[in-house]
């Protein structure tokens, strides 16, 4: 038998296997797999004469004096190969558990000092999967940790590798680093070292350049954008740092607007924010103030910056610390001690409201209203009714109406030749017709005073006379019973051969707004009145000249609606129309018209 293991032993050491079939000599061998020594030939073999014995030369000879004398009890057998006790997984030979490192069908294994299998784990930098196998020769996961080992087993430790043309980094424990950044380089999810480019942990912007180093604390140009790493190798974003402002993305601002904190900055081309500094920006006007922030919703100076920023110009703003009204103009300053339309500024450009305005610069007084608009017409005013022009300059009090009473007379006439003054109305073939109404009027007071009627009138000589409120100002203060406005008509054209009389009395356009007269200028019995008067002389005066029918008309004229009293309005006939001027001249076709008024206003009276 001795000579049986010895030459065993020899054709073992031909072999480059060990001659020692002892444990104790393979727990301190460092292991490598049984498909490693099958790939690399001889070489290998003599590395794995290292590696513990294989199952099938671990037998020995008993000594027959070491065995159990006859009369002792057997010993009690326990099978060979795996167990599992205690939730713990064994290998038994010879009824002993095994321990240390066991190859078993070609696979590695490292039992403790009390035979249990490692699993799940790393020990004396060997990798053991779940089942316990030690890894050899790649990648191994735990948990969630990634390791790697070489051919014989051992995992990569506080070094770098370049596994698949890509470098990893393992710490001292053999785990792979990953999402970090270590010494300066930048590792991803996968764990591979990043190189010239862009990388995001968590939400941290990276820039690797070609030899896998990371920028930090340096300005780099990366696709024609300045951007900014800090001592971590961070991107700076969304900031302003060192006097520079970055976008959300990260580039340097250059010549554009970004936000920060809600607050806006505008970055000129060197990349440095606007400070305390006016800047146009397209086609408007910002200032900055000296924290870089822009200004919005505030004064500066006599400007006004809007919530957009932009500097207001040919525009109303109102502001709620003033609570005012300010009108910017064209070059964005206030206006001030001037009216923009209908609306007057005051010094400081606060727009005057419920207040009286005195105009150096018209000469002229105004009032404006609770909106700041003035007013025009009769408008009350501390309980006392004003007139104002159209214009808005303030004429006077108003007088308090008389008005009239339906069917009750005083027998007084109020006449009214049309223009006079600067105004001289129509003016056709050599002939004005102020001069014209001035004639009838004359004939026509003499006439009806001769019949014992009081005659009042507008004007009784060539002066200017406003027609809007001032004719019916003067007539609203009598108690006379009527209006009578004396014109003569003109087509605007003397070839049209337009000729006759027409008679106008009032209806009311919402168009034109009573100004002096708002109670009366639609009163039923005024209508009713006027309209009857109006028919009555109207009727009276085709009558009497044979003149054409040019129609009994209405219209809201200004003296027919600023008028108190039934009021008509004569056109007694066209200047423009050659043969007809010529006849409204005559004398004889004169008194015509006068006895056609006459009549009219008799029938009138008499309730026809």
Excluded at 248 to 277: C, H, I, N, T
Excluded at 327 to 347: C, F, M, N, Q, V
Excluded at 508 to 514: C, L
Aim: charged share 25%.
């Amino acid at each position: 038998m001795k000579k049986t293991l010895m030459a065993s032993a020899i054709t073992l050491s031909i072999l480059g296997f060990t001659t020692s079939p002892s444990y104790a000599e393979e727990n301190k061998v460092k292991p490598a797999t049984a498909e490693t020594t099958a790939n690399q030939g001889n070489k290998d073999k003599v590395e794995d004469s290292r590696l513990p014995k294989k199952e099938e030369i671990t037998a020995t000879e008993v000594s027959p004096s070491s065995a159990p004398k006859e009369e002792s009890p057997a010993p009690k057998i326990k099978n060979d190969g795996w167990s599992e006790e205690e939730n713990q997984w064994r290998f038994y030979e010879n009824n002993k558990p095994v321990v240390n490192w066991k190859q078993i069908q070609g696979k590695w294994y490292f039992f403790d000092q009390n035979g249990n299998r490692l699993s799940n784990t790393t020990f004396d930098g060997y990798v053991f999967d779940k089942d316990g196998v030690m890894a050899s020769g790649g990648w191994s996961k735990l948990e969630d940790n990634w390791y790697y080992t070489n051919s014989s087993g051992k995992i990569s430790q506080q070094k770098w590798e370049k596994i698949g043309g890509v470098w990893y980094y393992f710490d001292k424990d053999g785990i792979m680093l990953s999402n970090t950044v270590w010494d300066g380089y930048l590792f991803s999810k996968s764990g591979a070292m990043v190189s010239q480019g862009w990388s995001k942990l968590e939400d941290k912007w990276f820039y690797a350049n070609a030899s896998g180093k990371i920028s930090q604390d340096k300005w780099e140009k990366v696709g024609g954008s300045w951007y900014y790493f800090d001592k971590d190798g961070t991107m700076l974003s969304n900031r302003l740092f060192n006097g520079y402002l970055f976008s959300s993305s990260g580039a340097m601002v250059e010549r554009s607007w970004v936000k920060l904190d809600e607050k806006w900055y505008f970055a000129q081309a060197s990349g440095r924010p606007s400070r305390d500094k006016w800047e146009k920006v397209g086609s408007s006007w910002y200032y900055f103030n000296k924290d870089a922030t822009m200004a919005s919703n505030q004064w500066q100076g006599s400007y006004y910056l809007k919530d957009s920023g932009a500097m207001a110009s040919k525009e109303w703003i109102f502001d709620k610390n003033y609570n005012s009204w300010f009108y910017l103009k064209s070059d964005g300053t206030y206006a001030a001690r001037e009216w923009i339309g209908s609306y007057y500024l005051k010094s400081g450009g606060y727009m005057a409201k419920s207040e009286w305005i005195d105009d150096s610069y018209y000469k002229a007084r105004y009032y404006v209203d609770e909106n700041g608009v003035y007013v025009t017409g009769t408008y009350k005013i501390d309980g006392k009714n004003q007139q104002f022009q159209s214009d808005g300059k303030w004429l006077g009090e108003v007088p308090i109406s008389r008005g009239f009473e339906k069917g009750k007379y005083t027998k007084t006439v109020f006449l009214d030749p049309g223009h006079g003054g600067k105004d001289p109305g129509a003016v056709y073939y050599n002939t004005q017709e102020k001069d014209l109404t001035m004639q009838i009027y004359q004939k026509l007071r003499k006439e009806l005073q001769g019949l014992g009627y009081t005659v009042l009138s507008s004007r009784d000589s060539d002066v200017y006379v406003d027609f809007v409120t001032e004719r019916s100002k003067m007539v609203n203060k009598t108690d006379s019973d009527m209006f009578i406005s004396i014109h003569f008509n003109a087509s605007g054209n003397p070839a049209s051969g337009r000729s006759g009389i027409q008679t106008y009395s009032y209806e009311e356009d919402s168009g034109y707004r009573a100004k002096i007269n708002p109670y009366w200028h639609n009163h039923p019995d005024r209508i009713s009145e006027s309209n009857r008067l109006a028919a009555n002389i109207h009727s009276s005066l085709l009558a009497e000249t044979g003149a054409k029918n040019a129609g009994l008309l209405q219209r809201s004229f200004a003296v027919l609606r600023e008028t108190d009293k039934p009021a008509v309005l004569l056109e007694l006939g066209y200047m423009d129309n050659f043969d007809e001027n010529q006849q409204i001249r005559n004398e004889a076709y004169q008194d015509k018209l006068v006895a056609g008024i006459v009549k009219g206003i008799q029938k009138y009276y008499a309730g026809q």
